[in-house]
């Protein structure tokens, strides 16, 4: 079976400080991973995506994440936060071949001065 | 900037009553979607069509329904909208090709029943 679990359901950082919003997956096949944002009142954003190059993937607005196999993760994150990182975070993951995304719980992100 | 878009944004209704969330996209994406999303919980998907004519019931129930008459639209129904339809719908798309499935999302419709 296919899943997806977010281990925080809120992370909360000061500006300036690094981020490191945490995912693990349970999938049969090759999957796809994705990192999506969600503002406020707004649609989801992708952030970044893996498919099976690099492990490293680097992302929008300074976001990387890096796909590890053997711990079945695909842990977010930025080295300096930023006010405006505040937001949603949702990872996804979809097997290879399979049509559907499956996506985490999210993870709220709250970024102090 | 994804070319998907939603209408109404917000939506506040009357029980029992007929509504039809809007969507469409402009990039030729085959594939097209909806998902719900109740407040601070993961999105489930409802609905989903691979391409004109084709529509199929996602992971959740859901009293709504779909048309895919053109490729580039994907409307929702609610016959008889009640308070526990109380929730955002995002629509998606996704072209064919490739292995994975990346999706653009429209920014939603918030809908509450009262």
């Known amino acids: 079976a296919q899943s997806v679990t977010q281990l925080d359901s809120h992370v909360s950082v000061s500006e300036g400080t690094p981020v490191l919003l945490r995912c693990n997956y349970s999938?049969?096949?090759?999957?796809?991973l994705f990192w999506y944002v969600q503002h406020p009142n707004k649609g989801l954003q992708l952030l970044l995506k893996?498919?099976?190059?690099?492990?490293l993937v680097k992302g929008i607005n300074g976001f990387e994440a890096e796909f590890k196999k053997s711990e079945t993760s695909f842990h977010l994150t930025k080295p300096s936060a930023h006010m405006s990182d505040a937001a949603e975070y949702f990872c996804?993951?979809?097997?290879?071949?399979?049509?559907?995304?499956?996506f985490g719980a999210g993870t709220r992100l709250a970024v102090h001065p | 900037e994804a070319d998907i878009y939603q209408t109404p944004r917000y939506l506040v209704i009357g029980t029992g009553k007929k509504i039809t969330l809007e969507c469409s996209q402009t990039?030729?994406?085959?594939?097209m979607y909806w998902y719900q999303q109740d407040p601070g919980m993961e999105l489930h998907l409802i609905h989903y069509?691979?391409?004109?004519?084709?529509?199929e019931k996602g992971d959740l129930s859901s009293e709504s329904t779909v048309s895919r008459i053109r490729t580039e639209h994907f409307p929702l129904t609610l016959e008889s909208a009640r308070p526990s339809h109380t929730s955002q719908y995002l629509c998606?798309?996704?072209?064919?090709?490739?292995?994975?499935?990346?999706?653009?999302f429209g920014p939603g419709t918030r809908l509450t029943v009262l």
């Open positions: 996804v993951v979809t097997p290879f071949g399979y049509n559907k995304l499956i």
């Open positions: 990039m030729g994406h085959d594939k």
């Open positions: 998606a798309s996704s072209e064919s090709r490739g292995n994975y499935n990346e999706q653009f």
């Open positions: 893996y498919t099976s190059a690099a492990t």
């Open positions: 069509s691979y391409g004109v004519n084709s529509t």
């Open positions: 999938s049969s096949y090759s999957p796809s």
